[in-house]
């Protein structure tokens, strides 16, 4: 069983288009996020949920929402894309309540825009 | 706000040692992680350091010092499967997990 999965694993899509990209966790772990690699492999965290509650938001543009339907899946959806959202994002989940000790990610989807 | 150095690339020969220090800046510093990612592959936990010390984990150990900011991830025996990334990440008392830039080692024969 995948830990921590993520749909689709690759996206090529134009310019000005909105997408999805799902993922699902069945660790039972309280906390999720979403991450962003760009070319240079540098990791950028964008979103933290907790049980479901927004906890961490860094300077993302507005175009990106994510959406927690239930502790187990955090969504993210992407408005208008541009050339620069080219990137892997990968989910991740750990166990919240304390700061976590390990967090476990998502194979990654790999966002082509063009 | 946070911020992570640690070096771009290590090169290293098969049963060499390989030290790749990292040093921060944060508030409400919690803990220290590394993780290992091979190309195309997703981010894997190799350890956690909360206290100061040295923590060992097979071939790979990890060291913290809280008063010093700085912590290191070594690697012994190096072997070719470990030809990889090693990003350190830093956890806050909020339980955000920040990634610095990562190490590339490059492990030859």
């Known amino acids: 069983d995948t830990a921590v999965s993520q749909t689709p694993k690759y996206l090529v899509t134009q310019m000005g288009n909105d997408k999805s990209i799902k993922c699902e966790q069945n660790?039972?772990?309280?906390?999720m996020y979403w991450y962003k690699q760009d070319s240079k492999k540098f990791l950028k965290i964008m979103f933290s949920y907790n049980n479901k509650e927004l906890i961490i938001n860094e300077t993302v543009p507005n175009r990106f929402s994510p959406k927690s339907p239930d502790k187990a899946h955090l969504n993210l959806h992407i408005n208008s894309l541009e050339l620069g959202d080219s990137a892997v994002y990968f989910c991740a989940s750990s166990q919240g309540g304390q700061p976590n000790t390990e967090a476990f990610f998502g194979q990654g989807t790999r966002l082509t825009v063009v | 706000g946070q911020s992570l150095e640690q070096p771009s690339e290590v090169t290293a020969v098969e049963g060499a040692i390989v030290q790749i220090n990292c040093t921060y800046q944060?508030?409400?510093?919690?803990?220290l992680s590394w993780y290992q990612q091979h190309d195309g592959g997703a981010p894997t936990f190799l350890s956690y350091n909360a206290l100061d010390g040295l923590e060992e984990t097979g071939r790979f150990s990890s060291f913290l010092s809280r008063s010093d900011s700085y912590g290191y991830l070594l690697l012994q025996e190096l072997q070719m499967k470990d030809s990889a990334s090693y990003f350190c990440a830093v956890i806050d008392s909020w339980g955000k997990l920040q990634f610095g830039a990562g190490t590339q080692v490059v492990v030859t024969p």
């Open positions: 944060t508030s409400g510093f919690y803990g």
């Open positions: 660790l039972g772990h309280d906390t």
